[in-house]
């Protein structure tokens, strides 16, 4: 089957279903750009395709969408029908009400930081990062530096996490007499090493101790 079987016209689609099809148009941008092609026309609207199987749930969508907006709509309206006194009152609900909806939505990311933060104490390792950066003016890397940063980490427990190269520009350098344009680089290696849940406490209670012990010279 042709893949060009699989799409239709949003303009149709709207049509059939008695919906506005600029405003569907609209809404399919805004919502499913993802997922619909357009094709530009110099006169006259865009052509916008959606793919068959997708087609009952964007029309739901659309369909939700403008009762939603419909409501809204109704809702200022009425408001404005109120007499001023009772619009002041209505006014002032509706402002402690969208408080209260971000307090609790400032509650509820909070609990999710503090449930986050409770499973990470959980855990009995951590980790943390060293990073090391290394220029490369020859076109190529320099072996034996690479191997002696390795093994340099390696013996304080470091492991290689990743290497990112970011290009620095070219240098114009002559080998065996001929002029070579060579790339400068600057490698940058990223480092992971683990830390025992104890020996991070130990380090804080030697840190809190050496600062106690200090604090009693000073008296």
Known sequence: MNINENYVNAKKIAENNGIGADSFGDYLRK????RIRITKV???SDIIM????????MIEGYKAFK????????????????????RQKEAERRRIEAEQKAEAQREE????????QEYLESLDEFFEYSLVTLI?????????????VLNEKAREGWRLRTVHTNELGKDAIRILGFGVNAT??????????????????DADRKDASGMNSQATRML
């Open 31 to 34: 919502n499913f750009l993802s």
């Open 42 to 44: 110099r006169f006259g």
């Open 50 to 57: 959606i793919n068959v199987k997708d087609v009952p749930e």
């Open 67 to 86: 009762e939603q907006e419909e409501r809204e709509h109704q809702e200022r309206l009425a408001f404005l029908r109120l007499p001023p006194e009772e």
């Open 109 to 116: 990311e909070a609990s999710l930081d503090y449930q986050k």
């Open 136 to 148: 490369n003016s020859h076109g190529r890397i320099d072996t034996e530096q690479y191997v002696q």
């Open 184 to 201: 400068v680089s600057e490698d940058v290696l990223i480092f992971e090493r683990r830390i025992k849940r104890d020996m991070q406490r």
